[in-house]
Structures are given as structure tokens and as C-alpha cells.
């Protein structure tokens, strides 16, 4: 790869690296409600050691409804 093209993509690297953290913590202002209720219906309650046959990950997306992106880490996934 010529040192060109690297120096174009380093930036993006590093804007992705200071963003990605963002995207995995718990917003518990946001998702508080939906998860506690989530949680009582036992609905995010997954086996996440294989992520490739999680079994409960339909029904935990389901509850997390469009807030699943936003709410996913409080639950695990």
C-alpha cells in the first residue's frame, strides 16, 4: 500500500476509535425502562459465549424494539 493511501486512512481510523466506545456504553437515562421491563419478561436472559446460535437474541431485539442499537450493552449483547 503506498504511504499515501495510509496517511488518508489514518484519520478515519482514529475518528472510528474515539467513536466506537460511544456506541457500547449504557445509556441508562435512555434505556432504564425498557430493559427493566425486558429483563422481567426475561427476554434478553441470553447465552452469549456462541454468538453464531443465540437463541434469544430475536426475542431480546424485539423487546429493545428500535432502541436496540442505543440499549443493546445494557443487556449484554
Same mark, same amino acid.
Not at 472510528?16 to 432504564?32: F, G, I, Q, R, T
Not at 434478553?44 to 423487546?63: F, P, S
Given at each position: 500500500m503506498a504511504p499515501g493511501v495510509l496517511l488518508l486512512l489514518l484519520p478515519v481510523v482514529v475518528v &472510528?476509535?474515539?467513536?466506537?466506545? *460511544?456506541?457500547?456504553?449504557?445509556?441508562?437515562?435512555? +434505556?432504564?425502562s425498557l430493559v427493566s421491563k425486558c429483563l422481567?419478561?426475561?427476554?434478553?436472559?441470553?447465552? &452469549?459465549?456462541?454468538?453464531?446460535? *443465540?437463541?434469544?437474541?430475536?426475542?431480546?431485539?424485539? +423487546?429493545?424494539?428500535r432502541l436496540y442499537t442505543d440499549c443493546c450493552s445494557c443487556v449484554g449483547q
Open positions: &472510528m476509535l474515539l467513536l466506537a466506545p *460511544c456506541s457500547w456504553a449504557c445509556n441508562e437515562a435512555v +434505556c432504564a422481567l419478561l426475561k427476554s434478553c436472559e441470553c447465552d &452469549m459465549t456462541d454468538r453464531r446460535n *443465540c437463541t434469544c437474541c430475536t426475542d431480546c431485539h424485539r +423487546c429493545l424494539e
